[in-house]
């Protein structure tokens, strides 16, 4: 008997795959959480039933998220990320050679261990570098009370339900600033322009009160709700739009080119960015 999987990606749509093997479910202490094996993606992760990642479209995401900042940063050395627990955006920041420090600080312990066993082609091993670290606790409390400072902070993060829903708001946001360097740098993922207008308003309006530069940017995802997803980028100083020297990187999405389109935007997202 064929099994199919549908995330129900809005009340009304949702994108159904069919799914080879049920590798791994079970019920942590702050999510439902899966790992399906399909046809069309390959491996899955799947949280409260939400598509995360898959070993097919990862590196669109995570690539995306990490090489935008800390190329447009100029010497991105410490560097701190929020959820991620799979371990792909720290598997791409390792690649830029300034990094002497990542800090992954992930809610769910089970996230990453079931990802390391499951899914070790997404972090391919990153979590082992000798520059990372992988604390587990959650990243509203460890941004308040940090008492380090970063060049570049990103918040990969799951969509705001749940212990996730602090991640969108401006107090996080102003602790983030006070955990940056002057030169700082933060992204966050924002969801789909086209299902979360509302939320995208919200979160550019409150980084925009925080940070002097504000800049939203699309990657294409296919395993996200509309496949059109957004990335809000926090700066202090450096623009990513006035990067002078792009560098070397093993890339399959990022490119040169490719960081100065994805901040071309549609009228309907920069109308979403406006005051109202
Ligand atoms: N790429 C993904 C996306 O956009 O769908 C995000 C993937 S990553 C698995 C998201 C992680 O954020 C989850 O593992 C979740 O446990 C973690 N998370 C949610 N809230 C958190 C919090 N308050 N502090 C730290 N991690 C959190």
């Known amino acids: 008997?064929?099994?199919?999987?549908?995330?129900?990606?809005?009340?009304?749509?949702?994108?159904?795959?069919?799914?080879?093997?049920?590798?791994?479910?079970?019920?942590?202490?702050?999510?439902?959480?899966?790992?399906?094996?399909?046809?069309?993606?390959?491996?899955?992760?799947?949280?409260?039933g939400m598509?995360?990642?898959?070993?097919?479209?990862?590196?669109v995401y995570h690539e995306m998220i990490s090489h935008v900042p800390l190329v447009t940063h100029p010497n991105p050395e410490k560097v701190l990320v929020i959820g991620g627990g799979d371990g792909g955006t720290i598997k791409q920041i390792i690649k830029h050679p300034e990094v002497t420090r990542a800090v992954l600080v992930e809610i769910d312990e089970e996230v990453v261990n079931t990802c390391r066993e499951y899914l070790p082609e997404i972090s391919g091993g990153a979590l082992e570098d000798p520059r990372v670290e992988v604390i587990i606790t959650d990243g509203l409390e460890y941004v308040k009370s940090c008492r380090e400072e970063f060049d570049v902070i990103l918040v990969d993060?799951?969509?705001?339900?749940?212990?996730?829903?602090?991640?969108?708001?401006?107090?996080?946001?102003?602790?983030?600033s006070e955990a940056l360097k002057p030169q700082g740098i933060m992204v966050a993922q924002?969801?789909?322009?086209?299902?979360?207008?509302?939320l995208i308003h919200s979160v550019t309006q409150r980084i925009q009160k925080v940070f002097p530069l504000t800049r939203l940017y699309l990657a294409a995802v296919p395993t996200y709700p509309s496949g059109l997803w957004?990335?809000?980028?926090?700066?202090?100083?450096?623009?990513?739009?006035?990067?002078?020297?792009?560098?070397?990187?093993?890339?399959?999405?990022?490119?040169?080119?490719?960081?100065?389109?994805?901040?071309v935007l549609p009228g309907f997202v920069r109308e979403l960015m406006e005051e109202k």
Not at 2 to 29: D, F, N, R, S
Not at 51 to 58: F, L, R
Not at 190 to 198: A, I
Not at 243 to 263: C, I, M, Q
């Open 1 to 48: 008997m064929e099994l199919w999987y549908t995330e129900k990606q809005t009340p009304h749509l949702g994108i159904t795959c069919q799914v080879k093997e049920t590798l791994c479910t079970k019920m942590t202490a702050f999510q439902e959480l899966a790992i399906l094996d399909t046809l069309q993606f390959g491996k899955m992760l799947v949280l409260d």
């Open 51 to 59: 598509v995360q990642t898959t070993v097919q479209d990862e590196f």
């Open 157 to 176: 993060s799951t969509e705001p339900v749940g212990p996730a829903v602090g991640l969108f708001t401006g107090e996080f946001y102003q602790n983030i």
């Open 190 to 198: 924002t969801e789909s322009p086209f299902y979360n207008g509302d």
């Open 230 to 263: 957004s990335f809000t980028l926090g700066s202090k100083v450096h623009d990513p739009l006035k990067v002078k020297a792009f560098k070397e990187l093993d890339t399959r999405y990022y490119s040169p080119e490719l960081h100065k389109s994805s901040f």
